[in-house]
């Protein structure tokens, strides 16, 4: 069974871009979460979407938005780039109907914004 | 709000000796608790969870963890480490609530080292 995939894995933007990052869950997943990583903050959780609905948020700005699609691939997007935005993205699937916490983590996407 | 901590930020332990991870937590009723490690360049993996039941739980790569009620603590212990297991470690813990569940609350993590 093929893992959560996440694309691209490397990029980088200027300030005032936006970007869009995929994530393809496991396949029969229909949780998609996503987190931001920072080695000042840590792991902090973006959103959560189930069977296309946010199921829940985190306490980010609204140039962070996130969709989830009928195939339960997800993709966020961060608009106007700034550069406290760089980060590993983290998506995460699950199985769970109720988010019990155990998730499968993606490798990543590394943004950096100059 | 549930929240968790992990006391030290960076431990080094010799290969074969024993390791100990620090987690405590905090929130008023009994949380589903977990582990998971990220080694370098990689995403995170799940490597034990406790959500009932017998509070000494088994994980992946001879790992396990203690709940313990009383400290509100989920400390991770490995009897012998491997060169390997030089990682990060993230305690994390979702509260359930009377509405359904929230959303997975991670620590800080504990960069381990392991030295020859």
């Known amino acids: 069974k093929a893992g959560v995939t996440q694309t691209p894995r490397y990029l980088i933007k200027t300030r005032g871009q936006q970007v869009t990052l995929s994530c393809s869950p496991i396949?029969?997943?229909?949780?998609v979460s996503w987190y931001q990583q920072t080695p000042g903050q840590g792991l902090q959780f973006l959103f959560e979407?189930?069977?296309?609905?946010?199921?829940n948020k985190g306490n980010f700005p609204g140039r962070f938005s996130g969709r989830q699609f009928s195939n339960s691939r997800s993709e966020m997007n961060v608009s106007t780039l700034e550069l406290g935005d760089s980060a590993l993205y983290l998506c995460?699937?699950?199985?769970?109907?109720?988010?019990?916490?155990?998730?499968?983590f993606g490798e990543g996407s590394r943004l950096t914004v100059l | 709000a549930q929240s968790v901590t992990q006391p030290d930020i960076h431990i080094t332990v010799s290969e074969g000796a024993s390791l100990e991870l620090r987690c405590n937590y905090s929130?008023?009723?009994?949380?589903?608790l977990f582990w998971y490690v990220q080694s370098p360049g990689q995403g995170l993996q799940l490597l034990l969870k406790y959500f009932s039941g017998d509070t000494l739980v088994q994980g992946i790569k001879g790992f396990e963890a203690e709940f313990k009620r009383s400290q509100s603590s989920f400390n991770l212990r490995k009897p012998s480490v491997h060169w390997s297991d030089a990682a990060e470690y993230f305690c994390a813990v979702v509260a359930r609530s009377n509405f359904g569940n929230e959303k997975l609350t991670f620590g800080t993590g504990t960069r381990l080292t392991i030295i020859p």
């Open positions: 995460a699937s699950s199985s769970d109907r109720m988010n019990t916490g155990e998730l499968f």
């Open positions: 396949s029969g997943h229909r949780s």
């Open positions: 929130y008023g009723a009994t949380p589903y």
């Open positions: 979407y189930f069977s296309e609905t946010q199921r």
